[in-house]
């Protein structure tokens, strides 16, 4: 048996997710951490943004996968990647991640990057990034997940930013599938 078909069997027979009961924020929220080395880095010994971009989908996936209880996900899009700040080698690169918002079959993970010089204390804020994933059903097919709910004021904030940020989102993809539309009777 090849471990990928030994991995699929272990969640064949999952028991069925309770849609009707809501999470906070709180209840998925994650943290990863890893030092960065050598071959994590350039030649001038700054951290390639690409580890940064893996351990974040990465470490947001944990973030899904606990919200859905579902043991596949998928990165649907990762909205604005912004990197602030460089990392180092030898720097404790941390990936603090939060669920903002939950659709029907979608999940809006937040997610901040800090850098820690271990010698001086030092830590630096270097990226943030949207990322968002689709739950899937042990047939790979989009599947609902539960309910994100405010366990308080500030995680009511975090949401209903969220819940803007999508409609904007939505509405940007709605005008440019008009205009490529209008470009192709052309």
């Known amino acids: 048996m090849n471990p990928f078909e030994k991995l699929m069997n272990r969640y064949r027979d999952l028991p069925p997710v309770d849609l009707t009961q809501g999470r906070s924020i709180a209840y998925s929220r994650s943290n990863t951490r890893r030092i960065m080395e050598l071959m994590d880095a350039n030649s001038q010994?700054?951290?390639?943004?690409?580890?940064?971009?893996?351990?974040?989908d990465e470490a947001a996936a944990v973030?899904?996968?606990?919200?859905?209880?579902?043991?596949?996900?998928?990165?649907?899009?990762?909205?604005?990647?912004?990197?602030?700040?460089p990392a180092f080698i030898g720097d404790v690169v941390t990936?603090?991640?939060?669920?903002?918002?939950?659709?029907?079959?979608?999940?809006?993970?937040?997610?901040?990057?800090?850098?820690e010089d271990l010698i001086t204390r030092e830590i630096r804020k270097i990226a943030s990034s949207y990322v968002?994933?689709?739950?899937?059903?042990?047939?790979?097919?989009p599947t609902q997940v539960p309910p994100l709910v405010a366990a308080d004021a500030e995680e009511a904030r975090i949401i209903e930013r969220a819940?803007?940020?999508?409609?904007?989102?939505?509405?940007?993809?709605?005008?440019?599938?008009?205009?490529?539309?209008?470009?192709?009777?052309?």
């Open 95 to 115: 990936v603090h991640c939060t669920m903002h918002y939950v659709g029907r079959t979608s999940m809006e993970v937040g997610v901040e990057v800090t850098a």
């Open 132 to 141: 968002i994933y689709v739950a899937l059903d042990e047939q790979r097919k």
């Open 63 to 85: 973030v899904a996968i606990k919200h859905s209880q579902r043991p596949y996900v998928v990165t649907a899009r990762v909205e604005r990647f912004d990197f602030l700040a």
């Open 45 to 56: 010994g700054n951290v390639h943004g690409g580890v940064i971009m893996r351990m974040v």
């Open 163 to 186: 819940r803007l940020r999508r409609a904007h989102r939505q509405k940007i993809d709605d005008e440019l599938r008009r205009a490529q539309k209008e470009a192709e009777t052309f």
